[in-house]
């Protein structure tokens, strides 16, 4: 794994959250999209937009936008999220966050016709401040769905690479595709920052091959979470 030099200025910040009562956040794939819809349209320092759920209706065209973070990576698991993000404006990450939680949250319980807390608090959010765990994050967050086919990518010892590769290619609900070269939800990613880290698609797959079959490269969640 080759060593990754921190940008002196950005504080990076590990977000997830899960279901209240580890429930399912995503009940189909038109909620994964509204999800990643939200990750974009949030994303603003203007006030959120009202939604009507069957229009999409949100910001006018004329609106520009101003970010209140860099997301760098994220990922979409049944019931919870991981994100990487770094704030573009004071307080921006968790401003960001109380936009995200409680607009999808809405949406949520309107489709499904239920009432009270969707997520399990107001998040967790972990400062990266070794480069050691820096060096994983990005990868740990892309990783993630192999819990659900090749749950031993997290000890090193996945022996069906070429399975577990396709399989992580065919999953949508991350920024994976779109740091390998397939585009995927591009607009959600501002990807400069980790497209050094990754340096080509070539390279960041070579570290993914590496970190889920050589044990001594292999991530534990402890670490990380």
């Known amino acids: 794994m080759s060593h990754i030099v921190k940008s002196t200025y950005m504080e990076l910040w590990h977000v997830l959250n899960r279901g209240v009562d580890k429930r399912k956040t995503f009940m189909e794939p038109a909620d994964y999209v509204r999800f990643i819809h939200d990750l974009y349209e949030f994303n603003d320092t203007a006030a959120a937009p009202e939604f009507n759920r069957r229009t999409h209706v949100g910001h006018p065209m004329s609106h520009i936008r101003k970010r209140l973070v860099d997301i760098h990576a994220w990922c979409l698991m049944r019931n919870h999220y991981h994100l990487l993000l770094s704030a573009r404006v004071e307080n921006g990450v968790s401003l960001f966050m109380k936009k995200l939680n409680m607009g999808y949250a809405k949406y949520f319980n309107q489709k499904y016709d239920r009432t009270g807390a969707l997520w399990q608090g107001k998040h967790k959010k972990i400062f990266i401040e070794r480069d050691a765990h820096f060096?994983?994050?990005?990868?740990?967050?892309?990783?993630?769905?192999?819990?659900?086919?090749?749950?031993?990518?997290?000890?090193?010892?996945?022996?069906?690479?070429?399975?577990?590769?396709?399989?992580?290619?065919?999953?949508?609900?991350?920024?994976?595709?779109?740091?390998?070269?397939?585009?995927?939800?591009?607009?959600?990613?501002?990807?400069?920052?980790?497209?050094?880290?990754?340096?080509?698609?070539?390279?960041?797959?070579?570290?993914?091959?590496?970190?889920?079959?050589?044990?001594?490269?292999?991530?534990?969640?402890?670490?990380?979470?």
């Open 135 to 225: 060096i994983y994050i990005p990868y740990y967050i892309h990783l993630n769905p192999l819990d659900y086919a090749f749950p031993q990518w997290r000890t090193g010892e996945v022996r069906d690479v070429s399975k577990a590769l396709i399989y992580l290619s065919e999953y949508r609900w991350s920024s994976h595709l779109d740091y390998l070269g397939t585009k995927n939800f591009p607009s959600v990613i501002q990807p400069s920052f980790l497209s050094e880290t990754f340096e080509t698609p070539t390279h960041y797959k070579a570290e993914i091959r590496n970190i889920i079959t050589r044990p001594n490269l292999g991530i534990d969640s402890a670490r990380i979470e």
